[in-house]
């Protein structure tokens, strides 16, 4: 089993920025891809951005493309989510979400979920 712990959101004013960080253990390894996805009240969860498990691919949705980015640090076994600009669309709970795989995650169709930070903007 892999375990995943998300941390780091709370309320942010709109036009300000917020670093989510998933730490990940148990069976974890650089093999997983990992990624973010989101999901706000009375929507569907919906993928945010993913990276490889090497890092060196990553793919963002596009109502984040320029604001949000993506990164990981194998060696700690932490992904991040950094959010800049942030508007009260990306108001939601933010999950952290791991799988075996090469490729990049962009569906809900994983192994492993965090439980959830939750993301508040105000305007």
């Known amino acids: 089993q892999v375990q995943l712990v998300e941390s780091g959101g709370g309320l942010v004013q709109a036009g300000g920025s917020l670093r989510l960080s998933c730490v990940a253990s148990?069976?974890?390894?650089?093999?997983?891809?990992m990624g973010w996805f989101r999901q706000a009240p009375g929507q569907v969860r919906e993928f945010v951005a993913a990276?490889?498990?090497?890092?060196?691919?990553?793919k963002h949705a596009d109502s984040v493309k320029g604001r949000f980015t993506i990164s990981r640090d194998n060696a700690k076994n932490t992904v991040y989510l950094q959010m800049n600009n942030l508007t009260s669309e990306d108001t939601a709970v933010y999950y952290c979400?791991?799988?075996?795989?090469?490729?990049?995650?962009?569906?809900?169709?994983?192994?492993?979920w965090g439980q959830g930070t939750q993301v508040t903007v105000s305007s």
């Open positions: 979400a791991a799988d075996l795989s090469n490729k990049v995650i962009v569906t809900t169709r994983v192994s492993y």
């Open positions: 148990g069976r974890f390894s650089s093999r997983h891809a």
């Open positions: 990276i490889s498990a090497s890092g060196d691919n990553t």
